[in-house]
């Protein structure tokens, strides 16, 4: 076809198709060719007219499909092509009205559909309807709105339809929105945060110990622990209350994805059994899954009080 940019007519959607065929042959500088006659014109504007004339009507011609190019064949005219076109499909159209009608006045939102949905469909109906000369007012458009909304708009509805005088469309969705903006003040707030915490952990360095894998405020060197009150470790690797074995006494943990080996001592009355209790177990290693980040060491004391565990962290990335 001449212009790539629209699709070629075929038969249907003629008035979505004449409207942006009309807005190409706009750009072309083609558009007056078919709205203006010549009249008292110059021999040397005759001959420009015409020109343009032979080159709106071969966009026309070769701006349909095959099967519809017969309704062509005696247009002499841009003007003619444009006029027959309009008669033969904008007239088919009409039939549609009762039925883009009843869509529009039958119109109710949908369970779990946002405000920004209804509001296009509503718009997409009367649209629809403009391109067959039938236009709906801005105030029939409103009352179709306010009856479409469920029953949870009840309050700000009865407030919209007492007004005077009646809201143009645009003020009555700004006052739904915010409205509905006022009922659910986290939503948009909560998806944000947690998309900037999803992020951030993985990108940003924490300002407190300059590791990754946590937000600063999560650090547990600012961080007190929930189970002791002390400072340098989480809940999880707290031995507090659990008869000196920790919440899970020497066994592996796994925690977000990395597996860890740890030993507690059992009494620090002297070295000797001490060293015995960690004998091969001084250096505790994280192993890392497939996909974790570089592995982290985490080391044990060879002196330290009964019932807890002290632990130092690597060059890695933090476990929590």
Same mark, same amino acid.
Request: hydrophobic share 30%; aromatic share 6%.
């Given at each position: 076809?001449?212009?790539?940019?629209?699709?070629?007519? $075929?038969?249907?959607?003629?008035?979505?198709?004449?409207?942006?065929?009309?807005?190409?042959?706009?750009?072309?500088?083609?558009?007056?060719? @078919?709205?203006?006659?010549?009249?008292?014109?110059?021999? %040397? %504007?005759?001959?420009?007219?015409?020109?343009?004339?032979?080159?709106?009507?071969?966009?026309?011609?070769?701006?349909?499909?095959?099967?519809?190019?017969?309704?062509?064949?005696?247009?002499?005219?841009?003007?003619?092509?444009?006029? *027959?076109?309009?008669?033969?499909?904008?007239?088919?159209?009409?039939? =549609?009205?009762?039925?883009?009608?009843? %869509?529009?006045?039958?119109?109710?939102?949908?369970?779990?559909?946002?405000?920004? =949905?209804?509001?296009?469909?509503?718009?997409?109906?009367? *649209?629809?309807?403009?391109?067959?000369?039938?236009?709906?007012?801005?105030?029939?458009?409103?009352?179709?709105?306010?009856?479409?909304?469920?029953? &949870?708009?009840?309050?700000?509805?009865?407030?919209?339809?007492?007004?005077?005088?009646?809201?143009?469309?645009?003020?009555?969705? $700004?006052?739904?929105?915010?409205?509905?903006?006022? +009922?659910?003040?986290?939503?948009?707030? $909560?998806?944000?945060?947690?998309?900037?915490?999803?992020? =951030?952990?993985?990108?940003?360095?924490?300002?407190?110990?300059? +590791?990754?894998?946590?937000?600063?405020?999560?650090?547990?060197?600012?961080?007190?622990? #929930?189970?002791?009150?002390?400072?340098?470790?989480?809940?999880?690797?707290?031995?507090?209350?659990?008869?000196?074995?920790?919440?899970?006494?020497?066994?592996?943990? &796994?925690?977000?994805?990395?597996?860890?080996?740890? #030993?507690?001592?059992?009494?620090?009355?002297?070295?000797?059994?001490?060293?015995?209790?960690?004998?091969?177990?001084?250096? #505790?290693?994280?192993? *890392?899954?497939?996909?974790?980040?570089? =592995? &982290?060491? @985490?080391?044990?004391?060879?002196?330290?009080?009964?019932?807890?565990? +002290?632990?130092?962290?690597?060059?890695?990335?933090?476990?929590?």
């Amino acid at each position: 076809m001449g212009n790539k940019e629209i699709a070629m007519f $075929n038969g249907i959607g003629f008035h979505t198709w004449q409207v942006k065929l009309k807005g190409h042959l706009m750009r072309k500088g083609l558009w007056s060719i @078919i709205t203006t006659d010549a009249q008292n014109l110059t021999a %040397q %504007q005759i001959r420009e007219r015409q020109a343009k004339d032979e080159k709106a009507l071969g966009i026309l011609i070769t701006s349909v499909a095959d099967d519809i190019i017969h309704h062509l064949d005696e247009a002499t005219s841009a003007k003619q092509a444009w006029e *027959t076109l309009e008669r033969t499909f904008g007239a088919k159209s009409k039939h =549609s009205k009762i039925s883009l009608k009843m %869509q529009l006045y039958g119109l109710a939102m949908y369970e779990n559909e946002t405000l920004s =949905s209804l509001v296009n469909r509503l718009k997409s109906l009367c *649209t629809q309807l403009s391109y067959i000369e039938c236009h709906i007012d801005d105030d029939d458009k409103v009352a179709v709105l306010l009856k479409a909304l469920p029953s &949870t708009y009840d309050n700000i509805v009865t407030v919209l339809k007492e007004k005077e005088p009646i809201p143009t469309l645009e003020s009555v969705i $700004n006052s739904l929105q915010e409205d509905h903006n006022n +009922k659910h003040p986290h939503n948009e707030t $909560n998806a944000s945060k947690a998309l900037y915490v999803s992020s =951030s952990k993985h990108t940003k360095a924490c300002k407190h110990c300059g +590791k990754y894998n946590h937000l600063s405020s999560e650090c547990y060197k600012i961080k007190k622990c #929930v189970k002791c009150g002390k400072l340098g470790h989480p809940p999880q690797f707290c031995t507090k209350g659990n008869g000196g074995n920790g919440d899970n006494g020497g066994k592996k943990v &796994t925690f977000k994805g990395k597996r860890v080996n740890y #030993v507690q001592s059992e009494s620090d009355d002297s070295d000797d059994e001490d060293q015995r209790a960690h004998s091969d177990n001084d250096e #505790v290693n994280m192993v *890392t899954s497939a996909f974790s980040s570089p =592995s &982290t060491s @985490i080391s044990s004391s060879n002196k330290h009080a009964k019932g807890q565990l +002290k632990y130092s962290y690597s060059e890695g990335n933090d476990i929590y």
